[in-house]
């Protein structure tokens, strides 16, 4: 990045801002699909910037998912470009197997995101074919980054939703959503309700189940069967491998 060059705000009120030049692209994010950008970019020698909110990589799968989690796909689908998970890996890495690789691949290709910049504002000018990116740091600064390329990585499941139910407000007892979910331990003994039959809902009903709790599960529409060989992998072979 070439120089930056601060500017104050009125009366120091203001949060300071700065500019910068990005001499290749910038990178929001710095999750699986943000490094590997990151990575094939610098295989080919060109620079670039990733900016990232949190405070360190994958910070969905390190901060808002459940201690029992591991890949749902066959590691060989899951793999990041240039490196291959380690030989010694199960089919279906758990979750600190995962992130163990993510700091590998990290480190191997040298990546440095810029973390707790939060990204706010990302605007094209036609006129100069350029990319005006606002980040606000956790200090307060905010900083205009400058670039003729913006890769957006955020992931789809970035921001947390949870949908309105009519009467909610007169229930009770606790509401979780599933990124607030760790392990089924502290709901022993409990009725729990699970909303949705997905990958989150099905496994965290396991868990409860596994720890002594008394899940149910509400599903919209039904649940379906999946079919033999998918992904390439016959039902017996998935069931087999660990």
Request: hydrophobic share 35%; charged share 20%.
């Amino acid at each position: 990045m070439d120089t930056m060059q601060a500017e104050q705000g009125n009366g120091g009120t203001s949060p300071r801002q700065s500019s910068c030049i990005v001499n290749g692209p910038i990178i929001v994010g710095a999750g699986p699909s943000g490094l590997a950008v990151a990575a094939t970019l610098r295989r080919h020698s060109v620079p670039f910037t990733i900016l990232e909110r949190s405070d360190g990589i994958a910070d969905l799968w390190t901060n808002r998912t459940y201690g029992r989690l591991r890949l749902h796909l066959p590691k060989v689908f899951c793999e990041l470009p240039h490196v291959r998970f380690p030989p010694e890996f199960p089919t279906y890495p758990s979750k600190r197997e995962f992130l163990s690789y993510l700091h590998s691949y990290t480190a191997h290709f040298s990546i440095s995101p810029l973390f707790g910049r939060t990204v706010t504002r990302a605007r094209f000018e036609e006129a100069t074919s350029l990319w005006h990116v606002t980040a606000a740091a956790d200090g307060g600064e905010v900083t205009e980054y400058v670039s003729k390329w913006l890769v957006v990585a955020s992931g789809e499941n970035a921001e947390v939703v949870v949908p309105k139910v009519k009467g909610r407000e007169r229930f009770a007892g606790e509401v979780l959503h599933s990124s607030e979910y760790k392990s089924g331990e502290r709901f022993k003994g409990k009725r729990v309700l699970v909303v949705g039959c997905g990958n989150s809902g099905m496994e965290m009903c396991l868990d409860l189940c596994e720890h002594g709790a008394i899940p149910f599960m509400s599903v919209r529409s039904g649940v379906g069967g999946g079919r033999s060989g998918v992904i390439g992998l016959q039902r017996g072979e998935v069931r087999g491998r660990q």
